[in-house]
């Protein structure tokens, strides 16, 4: 049987297989539903009862001599409760009301000139990192016949966590050399790591920046074509410079449909996760599914929550028949699965998968 490191390449190449790869993640306690739905002791006992995907992710190791910075100055104004600690990139982030939420409070909100900008200590600075272990890293994980990918980065979330969301898109119009100063820093992280990601032997490198809302993109296609997109170009090519082979994969929430082509321009294989409540997922398959592979599709905003096991298993089943023909799908929710989603939808899903990704059957 196939093993998930060539079906990976297989699906960004479109090319059926004897099976599909599928996966779900979860937030907040619907693990442990799942978990007990499954009588599953941990997460290596459900993958193995489940049969999902599972890649595993290599990170370079901060070396020992690299500073450490203390950003306090930039939240006087603020009342940190006790216990909670500015990140170690600067960030604040103050308890949510659920799950995987906070509050995120950026460092540089209330700094608007760009000198004084640059005078914040940057931490995801590549010269601060050793990625010399990255290669060890990967045969450990191909070892167990397991995927190796690399969580790279972003370009517009990462940077307005540091500006703040709304100064960071004035920026963008009104101050863009601001909002490039950023964003340069971010490509300087993001050509470093996936070039030594790709020398190191990954099969795939994972980006991403919610840049959709439910309705549009969060800002203009033509803003984001003008400061970003070619950004994408110059760290996707060089990565497959270094190997053609390598697997990119792009995430971004909500409704991103102004701009697939271009995405698909600069080198994209598989775009994630094209979510169902925001854009209609078959006529992008119809306009790009010669061109593009995909992961994701199922709703998780309306099915899998408010449905029944047989709505999951309809709506999972089109998936496989339009999506699958190809080969270019990894059939998976269009997010994490929250706790309010029943066992039984869950179980719905994965014993679909488990019956129509498994073989031919589609």
Same mark, same amino acid.
């Given at each position: 049987?196939?093993?998930?490191?060539?079906?990976?390449?297989?699906?960004?190449?479109?090319?059926?297989?004897?099976?599909?790869?599928?996966? $779900?993640?979860?937030? #907040?306690?619907? %693990?442990? *539903?799942?978990?007990?739905?499954? @009588?599953?002791? +941990?997460?290596?006992?459900?993958?193995?009862?489940?049969?999902?995907?599972?890649?595993?992710?290599?990170?370079?190791?901060?070396?020992?001599?690299?500073?450490?910075?203390?950003?306090?100055?930039?939240?006087?104004?603020?009342?940190?409760?006790?216990?909670?600690?500015?990140?170690?990139?600067?960030?604040?982030?103050?308890?949510?009301?659920?799950?995987?939420?906070?509050?995120?409070?950026?460092?540089?909100?209330?700094?608007?000139?760009?000198?004084?900008?640059?005078?914040?200590?940057?931490?995801?600075?590549?010269?601060?990192?050793?990625?010399?272990?990255?290669?060890?890293?990967?045969?450990?994980?191909?070892?167990?016949?397991?995927?190796? $990918?690399?969580?790279? #980065?972003?370009? %517009?979330? *990462?940077?307005?966590?540091?500006? @703040?969301?709304? +100064?960071?898109?004035?920026?963008?119009?009104?101050?863009?050399?601001?909002?490039?100063?950023?964003?340069?820093?971010?490509?300087?992280?993001?050509?470093?790591?996936?070039?030594?990601?790709?020398?190191?032997?990954?099969?795939?490198?994972?980006?991403?920046?919610?840049?959709?809302?439910?309705?549009?993109?969060?800002?203009?296609?033509?803003?984001?074509?003008?400061?970003?997109?070619?950004?994408?170009?110059?760290?996707?090519?060089?990565?497959?410079?270094?190997?053609?082979?390598?697997?990119?994969?792009?995430?971004?929430?909500?409704?991103?449909?102004?701009?697939?082509?271009?995405?698909?321009?600069?080198?994209?294989?598989?775009?994630?996760?094209?979510?169902?409540?925001?854009?209609?997922?078959?006529?992008?398959?119809?306009?790009? @599914?010669?061109?593009?592979?995909?992961?994701?599709?199922?709703?998780?905003?309306?099915?899998?929550?408010?449905?029944?096991?047989?709505?999951?298993?309809?709506?999972?089943?089109?998936?496989?028949?339009?999506?699958?023909?190809?080969?270019?799908?990894?059939?998976?929710?269009?997010?994490?699965?929250?706790?309010?989603?029943?066992?039984?939808?869950?179980?719905?899903?994965?014993?679909?998968?488990?019956?129509?990704?498994?073989?031919?059957?589609?």
């Amino acid at each position: 049987m196939i093993n998930d490191r060539d079906l990976l390449r297989a699906t960004a190449k479109r090319e059926r297989q004897e099976r599909l790869l599928y996966y $779900a993640s979860f937030a #907040g306690t619907a %693990f442990n *539903t799942v978990l007990k739905g499954y @009588g599953a002791k +941990n997460y290596e006992e459900f993958v193995k009862n489940t049969g999902v995907f599972c890649p595993q992710y290599v990170q370079p190791v901060r070396k020992a001599d690299a500073p450490s910075f203390d950003y306090s100055k930039y939240f006087s104004d603020i009342d940190i409760p006790e216990g909670v600690k500015i990140g170690d990139d600067g960030v604040l982030n103050l308890p949510g009301s659920s799950f995987h939420f906070t509050h995120l409070i950026s460092p540089l909100r209330n700094v608007y000139e760009l000198e004084e900008i640059k005078e914040f200590p940057y931490y995801k600075n590549p010269d601060y990192y050793d990625f010399s272990g990255l290669r060890a890293q990967v045969e450990q994980i191909h070892a167990q016949d397991k995927v190796a $990918a690399a969580w790279v #980065g972003r370009f %517009f979330e *990462t940077s307005w966590a540091l500006r @703040g969301y709304e +100064n960071l898109l004035a920026d963008m119009i009104a101050e863009p050399e601001i909002a490039e100063y950023f964003f340069q820093n971010e490509l300087r992280w993001n050509l470093k790591f996936a070039a030594e990601a790709v020398k190191a032997g990954v099969d795939a490198l994972y980006f991403g920046d919610d840049v959709g809302s439910q309705k549009s993109m969060t800002f203009s296609a033509d803003l984001w074509r003008k400061l970003i997109k070619e950004k994408w170009r110059t760290v996707w090519s060089e990565a497959k410079k270094i190997n053609p082979d390598v697997v990119i994969w792009y995430h971004s929430c909500g409704n991103v449909l102004d701009i697939i082509g271009d995405l698909i321009e600069v080198g994209l294989d598989i775009l994630n996760p094209i979510q169902p409540e925001c854009m209609d997922i078959y006529e992008i398959h119809k306009k790009y @599914g010669d061109k593009l592979s995909f992961d994701g599709g199922l709703s998780t905003q309306k099915n899998f929550p408010f449905g029944t096991p047989q709505s999951v298993i309809h709506e999972t089943e089109m998936l496989i028949d339009t999506f699958g023909k190809n080969g270019g799908i990894i059939v998976a929710p269009a997010h994490d699965l929250e706790p309010e989603v029943p066992f039984e939808n869950m179980k719905a899903f994965f014993d679909t998968c488990q019956k129509r990704c498994r073989g031919r059957n589609i």
